[in-house]
């Protein structure tokens, strides 16, 4: 593929972040995406990996079709440079599978397989963002641990709360030292939000003794919705729109974050 000819070789590798949730439908396909682009915009190289191997919808969400998948590249049968895909705004797509609904079991040499694969890509790309599943699924948590960061994508019901701090409790007992950040989404409320994560640091420092940060909220915002009808990324859909300008704050403090952390795939 001519995108892969073209990757240059970096000096630094890639930070890869899991972006993941308990409860589903919480909009981390609708953040990984619209942040991806953000920052690939932003002169940073991003790709973007869809790991749901069950319910694959970046394809869908972007009106990227890839030529091959995950799946192909595990089995061998593509390299994993054919199979990246130039998406929106010239961001790089992996995508998980055909999205025929096929429910794929990782296992332990499968997930190794692919994360040497993706250490192929290690110096390729400054930022990899890996969308998951939601949930608990050893599928979702085994690719969460191929990141450096999880990102938890909450909103304020009740239930994503419970359900995201037991997906922080999975990964603090599984891995202490993973880095974990939060984002709440469909917010209201700027100082509301901060203050429902304020809430939520507190349990988690009391309970699993877990230092988390936090990157920002994401308006409630109709724009979103629409853009996932449309099949148009919402950067390009409603750049202007107020979710937007939340993704674009987020993607500023991730930038400031970025330059004291200059971990990569390799040290992790
Ligand atoms: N900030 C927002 N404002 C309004 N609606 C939103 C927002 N974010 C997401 N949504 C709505 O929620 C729906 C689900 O979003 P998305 O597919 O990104 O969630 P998900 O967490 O990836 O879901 P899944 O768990 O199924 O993978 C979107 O189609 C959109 O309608
Ligand atoms: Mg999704």
Redesign the pocket.
Known sequence: MEIARNLENKSSGARVYAIT?GK????????AINLSIVLNKAGLKVLLIDS?MG?A?IDLMTGVSALHTIEEVIEGKASIFDALAEGPEGLTILSASSGLGRINDMGEERTKKFRNELLKLENAFDMIFI?T??GISANVVDFIFMADEVMV?MTSEPTAFADAYAIVKVITVEKPSMNVGVII??SRNEKESKMLFDRFNEIVKKFLEKEIEYHGS?????A??DA?MRQIPLALYAGKSS?MQSIRKIARNMLGIENTKQRTIFNR
């Open positions: 949730s589903g439908g919480v909009g981390k396909t609708s953040i749901d319910l919808n969308d599943g939601a994508i989404n469909m994401v308006a409630l915002d109709k979103v919705a996932v979710s």
